[in-house]
């Protein structure tokens, strides 16, 4: 059975929006070190999972970036790995190595776990996130945190819970960001 992590960028006090680089005036901080983390977590993932406007998202951005100096592994990889995208509106075939997920989504994301045996990483943190949250698909959560309080944008965790959390791993990287794992610890019932 497969894992499935939620990757997802978000300042202090949560939100994850639009997060443009710091020097263009967004909250998102960057450093090298974080950068080589960022393509070491990729190149240890088996697959990506998507909603419709992450891949959408990402599918006009990572092929452009095939020889843009300094992302060239980042996007070979990016580009390479296989990608399930679960979507009510999109018809197949996709494009970017992608795999439409048919009938209820829920259900097709159960049975993907089951049946795939490594880690799906799902960079998402709208809609989407908040369905696989919500339908307790999600087994880890890997969250980095800009340095930053930012006044707008949506939230992920608001309105979600109570779901207990075990950390596995801390990272502060020279920039200020903050790498956080955490591990859904299984409720035991009463």
């Known amino acids: 059975m497969g894992r499935l992590i939620i990757n997802v960028a978000m300042t202090v006090n949560g939100a994850f929006e639009a ?89 097709a994301i159960r049975h993907l776990k089951h049946e795939h045996p490594g880690t799906l990483i799902a960079p998402s943190a709208g809609e989407f996130a908040r369905e696989l949250i919500a339908h307790d698909l999600v087994d880890e959560y890997w969250i980095t945190v800009s340095p930053y309080l930012w006044a707008n944008g949506p939230r992920l965790f608001d309105g979600i819970g109570p779901i207990r959390l075990e950390p596995t791993g801390t990272t502060i990287y020279p920039s200020g960001l903050v790498r956080l794992s955490y591990r859904r610890v299984p409720q035991v019932e009463a």
Not at 20 to 42: F, K, N, Y
Not at 51 to 56: A, Q, V
Not at 93 to 101: G, M, R, V
């Open 19 to 107: 997060p443009a680089p710091e020097p263009m005036g967004g909250w998102l901080v960057t450093d090298a070190d974080s950068m080589e983390a960022g393509r070491e977590m990729w190149q240890a993932a088996d697959a990506m999972l998507l909603g419709r406007k992450t891949y959408e998202g990402l599918a006009a951005a990572w092929p452009q970036l095939a020889d843009a100096p300094g992302f060239e592994a980042y996007a070979a990889r990016m580009n390479s790995m296989p990608k399930f995208v679960a979507s009510r509106t999109l018809t197949a075939p996709l494009e970017w190595n992608a795999t439409l997920l048919g009938g209820d989504m829920v259900d």
